[in-house]
T-cell receptor, first 114, second 112 residues
Framework: EAGVAQSPRYKIIEKRQSVAFWCNPI?????LYWYQQILGQGPKLLIQ????????DSQLPKDRFSAERLKGVDSTLKIQPAKLEDSAVYLC????????????FGEGSRLTVL | GDSVTQMEGPVTLSEEAFLTINCTYTATGYPSLFWYVQYPGEGLQLLLK?????DKGSNKGFEATYRKETTSFHLEKGSVQVSDSAVYFC???????????FGTGTRLLVSP
C-alpha cells in the first residue's frame, strides 16, 4: 500500500516569496491533516480536512497560509508571503477515520526561509 | 488547554540497556494517549496507543501504561537495539476534540 506522498522534500526561499506544498494521502483516507514542525518542537496542527471540508483551521495563520483539498483527495498548502519564522518541516498526514488518532504521515517538506 | 510534556533528550544508551522516556499530560476530558516514532529520514509512525486508564499499549518490545492518577504514559523497553535510535513523540487526543496534540519529542541514541 502506497504511503502519504509529499513534495517537494526541500525548499529554500527568501522572505516575502511564496511557496506551495503538495500532499497525496493514502487511498481511501477521508481525513487529511497539515502539521507544522519547527525545529525542537512537536508537530502543531495547521488544518484538518474531512473529505473536501475544513474541520479545524484554528491555528492556521490565515493572513499568509492557505490550504485546499480539491475533490477530497490531494491537498496543497500555500504560504504567501513567507516569513523567517515559517522555516519548519510541513507534515501531511491522513487517516481512515477521524476519531482514532491513528495518523499516517508523509516524510515532510522542509522549508528554509532566508 | 491540552498539553503533553516529555523529558528532554537526547537519551543516550548502550545496546541492551533499559529504556524509559517520561511523558505526562494535561487534559480536560478522558484522552487517548499515543507514542509516535520518527526514524531518520522517515515520517512519523504510530508505535502504540492506549485509550483508557490502566490500558497498556505495546508494540515492537515497547510498552506504555495509561496512568490516570499520575497523568502519565511513560514509554519503556527492556533491551534497546541500535535500530531503535529515533525521535519519540508522546501525543494525546482528548474526547470531544479531533486534534492530536504532540509533545516536543525525545531523541534516543543507542550505541553498539
Amino acid at each position: 500500500e502506497a504511503g502519504v506522498a509529499q513534495s517537494p522534500r526541500y525548499k529554500i526561499i527568501e522572505k516575502r516569496q511564496s511557496v506551495a506544498f503538495w500532499c497525496n494521502p493514502i487511498s481511501g483516507h477521508a481525513t487529511l491533516y497539515w502539521y507544522q514542525q519547527i525545529l525542537g518542537q512537536g508537530p502543531k496542527l495547521l488544518i484538518q480536512f474531512q473529505n473536501n471540508g475544513v474541520v479545524d483551521d484554528s491555528q492556521l495563520p490565515k493572513d499568509r497560509f492557505s490550504a485546499e483539498r480539491l475533490k477530497g483527495v490531494d491537498s496543497t498548502l500555500k504560504i504567501q508571503p513567507a516569513k523567517l519564522e515559517d522555516s519548519a518541516v510541513y507534515l501531511c498526514a491522513s487517516s481512515l477515520e477521524t476519531d482514532t488518532g491513528e495518523l499516517f504521515f508523509g516524510e515532510g517538506s522542509r522549508l528554509t526561509v532566508l | 488547554g491540552d498539553s503533553v510534556t516529555q523529558m528532554e533528550g537526547p537519551v543516550t544508551l548502550s545496546e541492551e540497556a533499559f529504556l524509559t522516556i517520561n511523558c505526562t499530560y494535561t487534559a480536560t476530558g478522558y484522552p487517548s494517549l499515543f507514542w509516535y516514532v520518527q526514524y531518520p529520514g522517515e515520517g512519523l509512525q504510530l508505535l502504540l496507543k492506549a485509550t483508557k486508564a490502566d490500558d497498556k499499549g505495546s508494540n515492537k518490545g515497547f510498552e506504555a501504561t495509561y496512568r490516570k492518577e499520575t497523568t502519565s504514559f511513560h514509554l519503556e523497553k527492556g533491551s534497546v537495539q541500535v535500530s531503535d535510535s529515533a525521535v519519540y513523540f508522546c501525543a494525546l487526543k482528548d474526547t470531544g476534540f479531533q486534534k492530536l496534540v504532540f509533545g516536543t519529542g525525545t531523541r534516543l541514541l543507542v550505541s553498539p
